[in-house]
C-alpha cells in the first residue's frame, strides 16, 4: 500500500516503535505495509491519506493538519511515540521525505544495536523512545561510547550501564522516557 512503510502516514515512526520488534502474531509490519490492515482495520489516516489521496504521509497533503491530528494536538494521545509526529511530518515537509528516511535509517541501526546488544529482556521500549525521542546527535554519540562498555559484561551490567547514559541524556534535553504512573 505505501512505499516507506517506516514512517506511518500520521508521522509515527513506525520503525522505532516497539510493536515493530515484537515477535508473535501482535507484530506491527510498520504503515500501510502487507498485513497492516489486519493489525490495524480501521486506520483514518491510511485511509485518507493512502487509500484516498495516494499520499505516503500527511505531510504531502495541503490540508495538514487536519482535524485528525486533534488528539495529539490537545496532548490527550498516551502513545509516547506520538509526541513526534509534528516534527517527524514538518521535516519532512521542510527538507523531503529522502532527508527524513536517512536520518530515521541512523536512528533505527542504532535501536537495532541497543536491542541485540543490551536488551534485558524488558528494555525494548525503552530502547525504541530513546531512539524515537532523543535528538539524532545524542544517539549517535551514544552509539559512539557503546564500544567502550565491556564485552564480557553480563548483559543486565551493561543495560544498566547504557540505560544510565541514556537517562544522563534525556534529564538534559528535558525528555521523559518513561510513563508517569498515575
Do not use: W
Not at 527524513?100 to 541501526?109: A, E
Not at 535501536?111 to 525521542?133: I, Q
Request: proline fraction near 6%.
Amino acid at each position: 500500500m505505501k512505499k516507506h512503510p517506516s514512517i506511518g502516514c500520521c508521522g509515527i515512526d513506525c520503525i522505532l516503535c516497539p510493536r515493530y520488534y515484537t515477535d508473535g502474531p501482535s507484530a506491527c509490519p510498520g504503515c500501510g505495509a502487507p498485513d497492516f490492515k489486519e493489525k490495524h482495520p480501521s486506520c483514518g489516516f491510511v485511509t485518507c491519506c493512502v487509500v484516498k489521496h495516494g499520499y505516503e504521509t500527511c505531510a504531502d497533503c495541503p490540508d495538514y493538519p487536519c482535524s485528525r491530528f486533534d488528539k495529539e494536538r490537545s496532548g490527550l494521545d498516551s502513545f509516547v511515540t506520538h509526541r513526534k509526529v509534528f516534527e517527524n511530518l514538518d521535516t519532512i515537509r521542510d527538507k523531503g521525505l529522502k532527508s527524513f528516511l536517512k536520518s530515521q535509517k541512523i536512528r533505527s541501526g542504532i535501536l537495532e544495536a541497543l536491542l541485540k546488544d543490551f536488551d534485558d529482556g524488558r528494555s525494548k521500549s525503552y530502547f525504541c523512545l530513546t531512539c524515537a525521542l532523543l535528538p539524532e546527535g545524542d544517539i549517535q554519540a551514544l552509539n559512539d561510547t557503546l564500544p567502550a562498555i565491556p564485552f564480557h559484561f553480563e548483559v543486565k551490567d551493561k543495560n544498566k550501564l547504557v540505560r544510565s547514559l541514556i537517562d544522563l541524556l534525556a534529564r538534559q534535553r528535558g525528555i521523559e522516557l518513561t510513563l508517569r504512573k498515575k
